[in-house]
Structures are given as structure tokens and as C-alpha cells.
């Protein structure tokens, strides 16, 4: 038995260590480490007033933004017992689609160097680059930011757009989803892929899934105190575990794969057990984004209100559930007599989907159990949050 250890792990959202064990050329055993510094956002937000939490929390990633934005507010309303109207839920979900779309493609451009050949490559980057603009000026013209979205608020919309540019944008429309289609063509064309996608068609593995919803997130439709976390070194005891910066994630009891697939799984007829199943949920998930966005610009009407208004911060606990990119995003927050944070807790869907990817990297070849990692579209910047004093 031989091991391999990359201590960079390349085209991945931060910084991670990856540790192969093979015997005879195929993975017997796989530790995945984050290795990048705690950013402490769960305790900078505490004795700090509820608007405040919602934008710093927005900041622990660059690619989830919206999401954490989404899963704070949802909290946050939960602990003080409002609702927004409908406009504001509408362009929430908006808001938390086009992230999507934006994470998504940033995973096709990561993952690409792995299945696409390298003759056709470079055309689906510049299409990626592409598509990732365009979508990216909705966010800019509905959130009020192309990343972490300040118009996204406790209570629903702190301003909106004019009418003449959320009518742009419903005009531009149909050049995003043709952006799409020609992106999508190449993605899913399997004489442009590579040997690795292949051997990914051909291994089948499957886990319990989790998932609350599919275009948006439901505390209801999952059990938040069945979720239960501890730091990675103490659910794998080699020595290069104890490296680790992150908590994992498991419910029940149990390891659990959380994203793309597990809502395609759970809410569509959708059959592929295989690895490179996943790419293929991925794909699907991004078209019915767009397609929910664009039934979202025609339902909102801009004549009504987007926020709650007087709204009182006082004592009370919480609890927001969203569908992230990456899967099930939970944020638990209590407040104060005063209305500020007493305590913060983040549990993101990496921390669910590291011990997955550990499971379904056995028995493939070291070039696809490394592709497995970027398959996950693990987001390390999230998922840290072990500090370790000596």
C-alpha cells in the first residue's frame, strides 16, 4: 500500500490537503483536510444587532454569499416571528438562484480540466467566463452587488430596482438561458470528455440524501436537531487528520450527501447513480434555476411592498434552512433580551458532503479520486471553524 499526499489541492474554493492511500493503483482509503485559517464569523456576530449578523455572515464566503444572506434572514425572522410579503420573498429567491447559477459555474470551469479534453477546453472556459458575467449582472441590478447582495435584508428588500432596469432585465432575458443552452450543449457532449469521466460514468455509489426543498429551503421539511457536528480529527484518527481545521457534518447519525443530486433525487425522476451522476445534477439543477428566475421577474409585481415595516428586535431563537449550491445551509441564532446576538451556529453542506466524498473516492483510480473532490465543490472557507490551542 502506497500513500500520496497533494498538500495543495488545486481548483477548489480555499485551501485543502489530500491524503490517497492505494494499493496497485486504486484508492483503498482517502482523508480530505481543510487547512485554511478559522474565519470566526459565528462569534464576531455576537452581542451585535441582528442587521449587522446578516451582512457580516454574507462575507464568510465569496461564492455562497447569497445563500449565508438567505439562511440569516430566515433565522433571524424565525427567532422575532415575521414574515416578508410576497415581492420580498420573490426576489430573496431570486437572489438565492443566481448565486446558484454563479456557484455552479464557477464548478464547471474548476471540474473542467478534469472532464473535458483539452482540445475543447478553452472554449468552454470563455463560454463559462461568459454565461458567468451575464448572470452575475442580475445579481448587481436586483441585489445591489454581483457578491454578497446589500439590498438582501431582515424583513425582505432594503431598496429595489427602478422599473426600467428590472424591465432590461426581463428583456435580456432570453440571451442568458441562449448563453446557457450553448454552454449546456458542450457540457453534457460526451465525445469532448475525458478518460476520467468515463471511469466516473461506470462507478456507482449512493448515500442517504438530505434536502429541505428544491428552489428555496424549509426548516420543516427536515429535522435541525437531528444535525449533529464534531472536528474532523475526531471522526478520523489517522495523524494527518489532526491538520484539519473543519467540523463534519451528519444526520441522524449518519453520513449524508447534500446538494445538486440529493435534490434532484428527492423533488425530480432523476436515475443516476453513477459519480459522473452528479455533474449531470449539476447541469439540471443550473437550467431549472434559470427557468424558476424567469417565472419569478414575471410574478413580482413592483407596485406592492418588498419589506416588512416597523419591525421589533427582541428575545427569541431561531432557526433558517436554505438550499445552497453546495446543499442544505443552517443557521441557528439566538437573541437577546435587547434583540442582539446571544449565540451563532453555521452548519454548511460541506461539512455533510466531506465524509461522502471520502466514501465514493474508494475503488477508483488516484487521477478520478482526486477529481471526486472538485466534483463535490467543496467550499473550505465555510467549513472551518476548529481552532486548536497549545
Not at 137 to 155: C, V
Not at 210 to 216: D, I, K, P
Request: net charge negative; proline share 5%; charged share 25%.
Amino acid at each position: 500500500m502506497g500513500e500520496i499526499a497533494i498538500n495543495k489541492v488545486c481548483r477548489v474554493a480555499g485551501e485543502a490537503k489530500l491524503v490517497l492511500y492505494e494499493e496497485n493503483g486504486t484508492v483503498t482509503d482517502v482523508l480530505f483536510m481543510a487547512t485554511a485559517p478559522v474565519r470566526g464569523f459565528e462569534k464576531m456576530v455576537i452581542g451585535k444587532n441582528p442587521l449587522f449578523a446578516v451582512e457580516a455572515v454574507m462575507r464568510i464566503c465569496g461564492l455562497c454569499h447569497a445563500s449565508h444572506g438567505i439562511a440569516a434572514v430566515e433565522a433571524v425572522e424565525h427567532a422575532i416571528g415575521i414574515a416578508p410579503p410576497r415581492n420580498g420573498l420573490l426576489m430573496r429567491e431570486a437572489l438565492g438562484l443566481i448565486n446558484r447559477a454563479q456557484s455552479h459555474a464557477l464548478q464547471f470551469l474548476m471540474i473542467a480540466g478534469d472532464l473535458i479534453k483539452e482540445e475543447k477546453r478553452n472554449e468552454v472556459l470563455f463560454k463559462l467566463m461568459d454565461f458567468h458575467a451575464r448572470v452575475s449582472d442580475y445579481l448587481l441590478k436586483l441585489g445591489g452587488a454581483a457578491t454578497h447582495p446589500p439590498n438582501l435584508t431582515i424583513g425582505g428588500m432594503l431598496r429595489i430596482p427602478k422599473w426600467s432596469v428590472f424591465n432590461n432585465l426581463k428583456a435580456r432575458f432570453p440571451d442568458l438561458i441562449k448563453s446557457w443552452e450553448e454552454l449546456r450543449e458542450i457540457l453534457l457532449d460526451e465525445d469532448v470528455q475525458t478518460e476520467v469521466a468515463e471511469e466516473l460514468r461506470g462507478a456507482r455509489r449512493e448515500m442517504p440524501y438530505l434536502t429541505s426543498s428544491f428552489f428555496y429551503g424549509d426548516r420543516y421539511n427536515i429535522r435541525t436537531d437531528r444535525v449533529e457536528t464534531m472536528p474532523y480529527y475526531e471522526f478520523r484518527k489517522e495523524e494527518p487528520a489532526m491538520e484539519s481545521t473543519t467540523l463534519v457534518a451528519f444526520y441522524g447519525g449518519k453520513k449524508v450527501e447534500t446538494g445538486p443530486r440529493a435534490r434532484m433525487k428527492t423533488y425530480r425522476e432523476f436515475k443516476d447513480d453513477s459519480l459522473y451522476g452528479l455533474h449531470l445534477a449539476r447541469v439540471e439543477d443550473t437550467e431549472l434555476a434559470l427557468l424558476r428566475l424567469a417565472e419569478i421577474l414575471d410574478e413580482i409585481n413592483m407596485e406592492e411592498a418588498f419589506r416588512v415595516k416597523n419591525i421589533t428586535f427582541g428575545p427569541g431563537r431561531g432557526v433558517g434552512v436554505y438550499e445552497a449550491p453546495r446543499g442544505t445551509l443552517i443557521h441557528y441564532i439566538e437573541l437577546g433580551e435587547e434583540g442582539r446576538v446571544v449565540s451563532s451556529k453555521i452548519v454548511v453542506p460541506t461539512m455533510f458532503n466531506i465524509p461522502v466524498m471520502e466514501e465514493m473516492a474508494k475503488g477508483l483510480s488516484v487521477r478520478a479520486a482526486e477529481t471526486v473532490m472538485r466534483l463535490y465543490d467543496p467550499c473550505i472557507p465555510c467549513t472551518t471553524h476548529v481552532v486548536r490551542l497549545g
